[in-house]
């Protein structure tokens, strides 16, 4: 057992919970039950819309598997193929049988099975590995499937701070309202771009380290599966297997990789960040466009009057506080006129106009002064 991918996907959550709860947030304002449903649910049906049912049934209990599951154990399996060897050695092919019935790897038992009927080692290699192909190949979709859903994740986001945008805009006459609407509308965002890298991606990773090891544990089998059937010395099997394989399985799996590179499936690499271009213009433009509609829906009245004030008195003009509404007359001996007259009561501050008189000056006197 090996719950080292579980417990990383758990501990990544709770730091994003605790990070959210020092910066002054709450966890409630994120674990809201429309984007999660939109994000999650979303994603497994479209994820699920590409495969049979069998395969999806498969998948999930990878994922599963691939939570609490570790790397297979190399060191019983070089003890069993040693002690098949020695058997073989000592008593030849068939008095493998009363062993292979307790065997628990399959392609060991089936290998073994081979080669006591007296296949042959051309034949039993080719039959072993068409079917170490089939089970890799299997593996892979598994891992695919999940890396799929990497990528849709991060869209159905997309989708629901769009959904959250429709929102925002029919509700533009409240103007109270449209800052919890906005925080609402990033909330599927963030579960999108969380669930693909904080638990698809990882979980993907995990399956597809997990095929790797088990496509070269299968190379181990076959290579010892025809040194016993051509009668080697268990030592020199031991030998040969343990050469396949790193010192170290876990910590040095690419040398692994390299000792199997003959017949390692290749596959192309995919472009899962395809959405990364689109996704980040998208939410710039909403962000941009929340920050506006946020903006123009807080007016502060009484800042907004005293700037009009200060402008007023800045231009000469008289502020006329009657009513408790602020209007703009003309300063004392100015020229302009006014459609309304204001009360006689209403009480006004002159403003005198501190704006010197300017008279214009000819071009000769200009130049009498510079001299």
């Known amino acids: ?95 493998l049988e009363a ?23 051309q034949d039993l290699s080719r039959i072993l590995d068409a079917e170490l192909h089939s089970e890799t190949v299997y593996g892979n979709r598994h891992a695919k499937f999940f890396t799929d859903m990497g990528g849709y994740a991060p869209t159905i986001g997309i989708i629901g701070t769009i959904l959250g945008l429709v929102t925002v805009l029919g509700n533009l006459g409240n103007p109270d309202e449209l800052g919890g609407l906005i925080a609402a509308a990033f909330v599927a965002a963030m579960w999108g771009v969380l669930s693909a890298n904080v638990f ?23 290579e010892g599966i025809l040194a016993i059937q051509a009668g080697a010395n268990p030592r020199m099997v031991e030998r040969r297997l343990r050469a396949l394989l790193p010192t170290d399985v876990m910590r040095d799996i690419e040398k692994a990789a390299e000792a199997m590179a003959r017949r390692r499936i290749e596959e192309e690499p995919e ?28 007016v502060n009245q009484k800042k907004f009057d005293e700037v009009s004030k200060s402008l007023a008195v800045a231009f000469g003009q008289v502020v006329n506080l009657s009513d408790g509404n602020m209007s703009v007359l003309p300063a004392a001996g100015d020229n302009a006129t006014l459609n309304q007259t204001p009360p006689r009561d209403a009480p006004s501050v002159v403003v005198p106009n501190i704006m010197p008189k300017l008279s214009a000056v000819s071009y000769t006197h200009l130049r009498a002064h510079e001299t």
């Not at 062993?99 to 080692?121: F, H, K, Q, S, Y």
């Not at 993907?204 to 076959?222: C, D, P, R, S, Y």
């Not at 472009?271 to 807080?298: G, P």
């Open 271 to 298: 472009n899962h960040e395809r959405w990364l271009i689109s996704y980040a213009d998208m939410v710039t433009l909403l962000f941009a466009l929340f920050v506006l509609l946020f903006a123009i829906s807080q």
């Open 1 to 95: 057992m090996d719950p080292i991918t579980l417990i990383g996907i758990v501990v990544a959550f709770v730091i994003v919970m605790v990070v959210l709860t020092l910066e002054g947030g709450s966890a409630a304002s994120i674990l809201l039950i429309p984007p999660m449903l939109l994000v999650f649910g979303g994603t497994l049906f479209i994820g699920a819309a590409g495969m049979s049912f069998g395969l999806l049934i498969a998948s999930i209990k990878a994922a599963g598997k691939a939570l609490v599951t570790g790397p297979p154990k190399y060191n019983n399996l070089m003890e069993t193929l040693v002690d098949c060897a020695n058997i073989a050695r000592r008593d030849g092919l068939l008095s």
């Open 200 to 222: 698809w991606l990882p979980l993907a990773n995990k399956i597809k380290l997990l095929n790797e090891l088990h496509t070269t544990q299968g190379e181990v089998i076959i």
């Open 99 to 121: 062993t292979v019935n307790d065997l628990e790897n399959p392609l060991l038992r089936r290998g073994l099975e081979l080669a006591i009927d007296g296949t042959d080692p």
